[in-house]
C-alpha cells in the first residue's frame, strides 16, 4: 500500500489503513484494488517465462524455478498487505503463508509434469493456466483475513458484490452469513469464476442471538 496509509491494528474487523492526509479509512474495497493492481503486474513475468520455454531458450526446470519464485513472492505479498506491511508479519503470518505456499508448489510440480511428459500442449493454454498460480494470491488474503477475525471473536463472514461480471456462486453467497470455515461457503478465488473473482468479505458477531456486522 502507498506510504501515506498508515496501518490501524484494532480498526474494523482485523485491522485498517488509514490515509495520513485526510484521516479517513481507507474502503475495503480500495484495499481488494491494490491488490489486484499487484496481481495483475505479476502476470507479466509469468508471459516472459512462457515465452521463454515455449521458444526453447529455458528448461522444464528453468520454468518452474522461475515460477516458484512469483508464487512465493505474490502469497507472502498478498498476506503481508492484509496486515498491514512486512513489519506487522508475525511467526503465524509466515507459518500461515509457509502451508499455502507449498500446497501451491505441489500443484506446480504437477503441471511441470504435464509439461515435460508432452501431456500438456504449450500453446496459449501455458500462459492461462500460469496465471492462476500467480491470481490465487486473492485467495490467501481472504484466509489470512478469516484467521484474524476468528482471533478477534468474529465468527461469521458474508461476501459482497462489487463491480464485476459475477458467477452464479458469487450471486449465492452474497450477503448471506456463513459461520467461517462452514464447507458450504467458498472464498473469493474458489468459486466458479476463480482467480477473476473482485467480492469481498464482511465479517460478523453473535449479540444475543443475532448476527452483527463489525466490517471489512
Known amino acids: 500500500m502507498p506510504s501515506r496509509f498508515i496501518w490501524q491494528p484494532n480498526a474494523g474487523a482485523t485491522g485498517r489503513y488509514r490515509d495520513k492526509v485526510t484521516g479517513r479509512f481507507v474502503s475495503g474495497k ?11 503486474n505479476s ?3 509469468t508471459k516472459t517465462l512462457a515465452d521463454s520455454l515455449r521458444e526453447g531458450g529455458a528448461s522444464v526446470r528453468d520454468w518452474e524455478t522461475g515460477m516458484r519464485r512469483l508464487v512465493k513472492n505474490t502469497h507472502l505479498t498478498a498476506i503481508a498487505e492484509e496486515r498491514g506491511g512486512w513489519a506487522n508479519m508475525t511467526q503465524a503470518d509466515f507459518g ?17 509434469g504435464e509439461i515435460a511428459s508432452g501431456e500438456f500442449v504449450l500453446d496459449g493454454r501455458l ?13 490467501s488474503f481472504y484466509k489470512s483475513k478469516q484467521a484474524h477475525a476468528i482471533a478477534n471473536d ?20 452474497n450477503g448471506v452469513w456463513y459461520e467461517i470455515g462452514d ?16 467480492c469481498t468479505e464482511i465479517y460478523g458477531t453473535m449479540v444475543a442471538g443475532v448476527i452483527v456486522e463489525v466490517g471489512a
Open 183 to 198: 464447507s458450504a461457503y467458498k472464498l473469493p478465488g474458489q468459486r466458479q469464476c476463480l482467480a477473476n473473482c473482485k
Open 96 to 112: 500461515r503463508a509457509g502451508q499455502i505456499i507449498r500446497e501451491q508448489y505441489g500443484y506446480l510440480n504437477d503441471f511441470a
Open 30 to 40: 480500495a484495499v481488494r484494488d491494490e491488490l489486484d493492481n499487484f496481481l495483475d
Open 154 to 173: 468474529l465468527g461469521f463472514v458474508k461476501s459482497k458484490l462489487n463491480p464485476a461480471d459475477h458467477c452464479d456462486e458469487c450471486v449465492k453467497f
Open 127 to 139: 500462459e492461462a493456466r500460469s496465471n492462476l498460480y500467480v491470481k490465487a494470491g486473492r485467495e
Open 43 to 45: 502476470t507479466d513475468p
